[in-house]
């Protein structure tokens, strides 16, 4: 599939600096950072996910321990 951006000109030249230092096309480079980008950004949002998780998971316990604790005052 063929995807169509606006970067500039700094951008480009830097971009094509890394393209010709690793002996890829400007396009392969792009694409594997763009891949490499993704691949952070669900890395990332799983890692929330799984806090946000644990944090529930964590406030429900210490919730439980409080009324247990208020119906043993009782």
């Given at each position: 599939m063929k995807?169509?951006?606006?970067?500039?000109d700094v951008m480009v030249?830097?971009?094509d600096k890394?393209?010709?230092m690793m002996g890829v096309s400007r396009s392969a480079l792009c694409a594997t950072f763009i891949g490499k980008g993704i691949m952070s950004?669900?890395?990332s949002f799983e890692?929330?996910?799984?806090m946000g998780e644990k944090l529930k998971?964590?406030?429900?316990a210490e919730k439980a321990i409080k009324e247990s604790?208020?119906?043993?005052?009782e």
């Open positions: 995807l169509q951006i606006n970067v500039s030249k830097e971009i890394y393209a010709e950004y669900n890395k890692m929330l996910g799984s998971d964590s406030l429900l604790v208020k119906v043993e005052k």
